[in-house]
């Protein structure tokens, strides 16, 4: 695996994302302090800000034999917080409006399977057959569930803008990427010493930086 990226949301590999180093955990148990966090989880960084932090997470998709069908994981203090924003303003329910009125079926079921596709290129291919003969129950799990694991990828359900914000940044694209870019101006906050990916002493030492 090597270091970093190509490009933000090149997913011609998940081997072409950035190797989750130490480093990279410490600035994410400090950006996760207030929520549940699994390092386990954890198969690499997918996207970092303009300072270098990680800003969402490429996740195995099991934990403890259980399906964890969060693929990309949303850890930006500053995003998960215009999020919370967003969506305390009827967020979710204007983005599944406007994806009603701007995108076609067909289209938010293909980024549905693209989630799908995501999740399984983190099994081998003797996993695969693994859970497809003796566990056939997760397999259905990991192989039927869209974004987020959502079950129904026949209707314009939004389970929450982070899952969303989450993807968009992964992949580099969205059905809805229009209304992203229009109600998230700026996928970068202004300092990172107003949130918790610095360390106490103002240094914020990962990826990237300069």
């Known amino acids: 695996m090597i270091d970093m990226i190509t ?4 997913l011609s590999s998940p081997g072409l994302y950035w190797f989750f180093a130490k ?5 994410v148990k400090r950006q996760m302090v207030s929520r549940k966090f699994q390092q386990k989880i954890v198969a690499s960084v997918v996207c970092r800000c ?12 099991f934990y403890k034999k259980t399906p964890f069908p969060t693929s990309f994981w949303l850890t930006c203090p500053y995003l998960v917080a215009k999020c919370g924003e967003l969506e305390s303003q009827h967020g979710v329910s204007r ?21 799908i596709n995501v999740r399984l290129a983190l099994l081998s291919s003797s996993e695969k ?5 003796r566990r056939p ?30 993807s968009w940044l992964a992949l580099g694209t969205h059905p809805a990427e229009e209304w992203f870019r229009q109600h998230i101006e700026m996928t970068d906050c202004k300092t990172p010493n107003d949130y918790s990916c610095i360390a106490r002493g103002g240094v914020l030492d990962v990826e990237g930086t300069f």
Not at 23 to 27: L, Q
């Open 129 to 133: 057959r693994y859970f497809q003969k």
């Open 50 to 61: 303009c300072w270098g932090a990680p800003q969402v997470l490429y996740c195995r998709p």
């Open 23 to 27: 480093k990279d955990m410490d600035v």
């Open 137 to 166: 129950e997760l397999w259905r799990a990991i192989t039927q569930g869209g974004v987020g694991g959502i079950q129904n990828k026949n209707s314009f359900t939004v389970k929450c803008l982070h899952l969303h914000v989450a």
């Open 95 to 115: 983005l599944e409006e406007y994806l009603q009125k701007n995108v076609s079926l067909r289209r938010w079921i293909s980024y549905h399977i693209q989630h």
């Open 7 to 10: 490009g933000q949301g090149s």
